[in-house]
């Protein structure tokens, strides 16, 4: 069946860095775009990014824009979000998602369990 | 930005209909879609493109958007059906998503 693994979560310093990564498996991945949702703790759902199927079309939402970078590697079935210059709002829980319909990207469907981000001195 | 705007809460007995709103200005040329979220799980999609079931969900979910406005109605609610439920749709040019802030749905 469909699953995504997110990974890579933790306890950083604020200013530090983390790559989280998601692992797909059950579907063909190379032919979805896939996001980053985060939530932080008590709070509603935010969407953080997207990369299309190819990676050659790649959004951020403005609160990450120029610390956060998607990545994919279609071989390894594989994404990836770099985030440096890590704050203490970006505390929360990651989740990757695949987008439906395949080749296009419209919707969330569906996510993984999601990785603890905690940005704290 | 774009921004979505659901109430906060919602409250109904059992067996009665709960109707979440969510209002955007770019919903009457982006489609709704609505997710549930229970406590320390996941989302969950309930409907995508205004109005269709996703299978293995209920049929007492369903979706409307009325240009807007969008609609999740429950019909006949449940105590399993107690959740966070978030709507969700792009900007008019479809390249950022956008979650409404969530309603809690209370059933008792």
């Known amino acids: 069946q469909v699953q995504l693994v997110e990974s890579g979560g933790g306890l950083v310093k604020p200013g530090g860095s983390l790559r989280l990564s998601c692992a797909a498996s059950?579907?063909?991945?190379?032919?979805?775009?896939m996001s980053w949702i985060r939530q932080a703790p008590g709070k509603g759902l935010e969407w953080i990014s997207y990369?299309?199927?190819?990676?050659?079309?790649?959004y951020y939402a403005d609160s990450v824009k120029g610390r956060f970078t998607i990545s994919r590697d279609n071989a390894k079935n594989s994404l990836y979000l770099q985030m440096n210059s890590l704050r203490g709002e970006d505390t929360a829980v990651y989740y990757c998602?695949?987008?439906?319909?395949?080749?296009?990207?419209?919707?969330?469907?569906?996510w993984g369990q999601g990785t603890l981000v905690s940005v704290s001195s | 930005s774009y921004e979505l705007t659901q109430p906060p809460s919602v409250s109904v007995s059992p067996g009665q209909t709960a109707r979440i709103t969510c209002s955007g200005d770019?919903?009457?040329?982006?489609?709704a879609y609505w997710y549930q979220q229970k406590s320390g799980q996941a989302p969950v999609l309930v409907i995508y493109?205004?109005?269709k079931g996703p299978s293995g969900i209920r049929e007492r979910f369903s979706g409307s958007n009325s240009g807007t406005m969008a609609t999740l109605t429950i019909s006949g609610a449940q105590v399993e059906d107690e959740a966070d439920y978030y709507c969700?749709?792009?900007?008019?040019?479809?390249?950022?998503?956008?979650f409404g802030g969530g309603t809690k749905l209370t059933v008792l």
């Open positions: 998602a695949r987008e439906e319909p395949p080749g296009a990207g419209n919707w969330f469907d569906p």
């Open positions: 059950g579907f063909t991945f190379s032919d979805y775009y």
């Open positions: 990369i299309s199927s190819s990676g050659s079309a790649i």
């Open positions: 770019a919903l009457s040329r982006k489609y």
């Open positions: 493109e205004d109005s």
């Open positions: 969700y749709s792009t900007d008019s040019s479809g390249n950022h998503r956008v």
